[in-house]
């Protein structure tokens, strides 16, 4: 019995030499993992704070620049680095465009991290079909005589 169990010296130690590099190496992948989910997450919310400063009606690229690095200054200053943003504003829309990269922590591993806000300018546009307010409800407004 003694010199069956001989040929398994050692087979635990190899086993653990093996396995725990492994393990920690799926830990670390979970870990950069959530630093990436997390990375986009702040880069999405900077995005739509820069898209609400240009697409109001007295907004400008400059304000929803300043408030879409405002933001970025304040929460990812960690978990996202080489930040870009690019910001554009026509008569009628406005786009938010945040790109970088996750903070790394397997070395090999670089993610890359984009966020996009798209949204129409505010704008006033006349009353084109010449009604007032309560007139344009379908119906007419009937606390006012209107016809229903």
Same mark, same amino acid.
């Given at each position: +019995?003694?010199?069956? &169990?001989?040929?398994?010296?050692?087979a635990? #130690? #190899?086993? %653990?030499?093996v396995? #725990?590099?492994?393990l920690? &190496?799926m830990?670390?992948?979970?870990?950069? =993992?959530?630093l990436?989910?997390?990375a986009?997450?702040l880069?999405?919310?900077?995005? !739509?704070?820069? %898209?609400?400063?240009?697409?109001a009606?007295a907004g400008t690229?400059a304000?929803g620049?300043? !408030?879409a690095r405002a +933001?970025?200054?304040?929460?990812?200053?960690?978990?996202? #680095?080489?930040?870009?943003v690019?910001? @554009?504003? !026509?008569?009628?829309s406005? *786009?938010?465009?945040?790109? @970088?990269?996750? *903070?790394s922590?397997?070395? =090999?591993?670089? %993610?890359?991290?984009?966020?996009e806000a798209v949204?129409?300018?505010?704008r =006033?546009?006349t009353?084109?079909? @010449? =009604?007032?307010n309560s007139?344009?409800?379908s119906g007419?407004?009937s606390s006012a @005589?209107g016809?229903?």
């Open positions: +019995m003694r010199y069956a &169990l001989q040929g398994d010296r050692g635990v #130690t #190899t086993e %653990l030499v396995a #725990t590099p492994v920690l &190496l830990l670390m992948a979970i870990v950069q =993992f959530a990436w989910s997390h986009t997450h880069a999405q919310a900077a995005a !739509s704070q820069g %898209l609400a400063a240009t697409r009606q690229v304000a620049n300043a !408030s +933001m970025l200054d304040q929460l990812a200053r960690g978990p996202l #680095t080489d930040v870009s690019n910001i @554009g504003r !026509s008569a009628t406005a *786009s938010v465009q945040i790109s @970088g990269r996750a *903070s922590v397997l070395p =090999f591993l670089r %993610l890359p991290v984009h966020a949204g129409p300018v505010e =006033f546009v009353n084109v079909y @010449g =009604f007032t007139e344009a409800v007419g407004n @005589g016809a229903r």
